[in-house]
């Protein structure tokens, strides 16, 4: 009896891991959009302090920003996820402008007094720079939500790859590797992850097509590996 048991209860606690996991991802997420702010931030007043740009002060913040709307606006004309892209992402920045920085009266000490110098003009030389990247950041998160079909399309090809890589395997009396599959497992997360928190922390403007076709190939392999080193007999 307590042997029928046991594995209806690993059943359950896959099925409550399973579900978990997905209840914590909107908050994961959200969570990784924050650190990435904190982090584009902090390396943008780094660079500022240490001149690593060539535009003075918030000038690169500025560029940079500019530059991933002008990704937006040029790559992004239609979607699968939105009707309207460009109009979607203007809402968002905007709305997100106007809650943390205009409301907050953030934009308002900044423009006020612009160019001053000594201690004060520098503090909102970094305040001002802190609004592009936070802005530019967000851009970021649209263009990411734009793409996600990517990423769910790679997870459907690598999954169909797997499967079949695993019946081919199953059939032809292959070896199994238990090791494979765990760490295989283990990497799909992180991958994705860890592709949106690099990506929305880089301090330099850079095409989506070039970071984000990279990630979703990984992305697309992992699965696959998992996949096709799942056990034979369910």
């Known amino acids: 009896m307590a042997r029928d048991e046991a594995p209806a209860r690993r059943a359950d606690k896959k099925r409550a891991g399973l579900i978990g996991t997905l209840l914590k991802l909107p908050f994961t997420l959200i969570w990784i959009v924050f650190i990435s702010i904190i982090c584009s931030v902090v390396i943008e007043w780094v660079g500022i302090y240490f001149d690593w740009f060539s535009a003075p002060g918030s000038q690169h913040?500025?560029?940079?920003?500019?530059?991933?709307?002008?990704?937006?606006?040029?790559?992004?004309?239609?979607?699968?996820?939105?009707?309207?892209?460009?109009?979607?992402?203007?809402?968002?920045?905007?709305?997100?402008?106007?809650?943390?920085?205009?409301?907050?009266?953030?934009?308002?000490?900044?423009?006020?007094?612009?160019?001053e110098m000594g201690w004060l003009g520098a503090l909102k030389t970094y305040a001002q720079a802190a609004i592009y990247v936070t802005l530019m950041t967000l851009t970021r998160c649209v263009i990411l939500v734009l793409t996600a079909p990517l990423f769910i399309l790679a997870a459907i090809v690598g999954f169909t790859d797997g499967l079949v890589s695993r019946d081919l395997r199953r059939f032809g009396a292959g070896r199994e590797s238990a090791f494979v599959?765990?760490?295989?497992?283990r990497m799909v997360t992180p991958i994705f992850l860890t592709g949106?928190?690099?990506?929305?922390?880089?301090?330099?403007?850079?095409?989506?097509?070039?970071?984000?076709?990279?990630?979703?190939?990984?992305?697309?392999?992992?699965?696959?590996?998992a996949t096709a080193s799942f056990k034979k007999y369910l």
């Not at 943390?100 to 006020?112: P, R, T």
């Open 61 to 115: 913040a500025y560029q940079t920003m500019t530059s991933e709307m002008g990704y937006l606006d040029s790559q992004f004309s239609r979607s699968l996820v939105v009707s309207s892209p460009v109009a979607f992402a203007t809402m968002v920045v905007d709305t997100a402008y106007q809650w943390l920085f205009v409301k907050s009266g953030i934009a308002h000490w900044v423009e006020q007094g612009a160019g």
């Open 181 to 185: 599959y765990h760490h295989a497992k």
């Open 196 to 225: 949106w928190l690099i990506y929305l922390s880089l301090p330099f403007s850079i095409h989506p097509s070039l970071f984000l076709l990279p990630c979703a190939l990984v992305f697309g392999l992992m699965i696959a590996i």
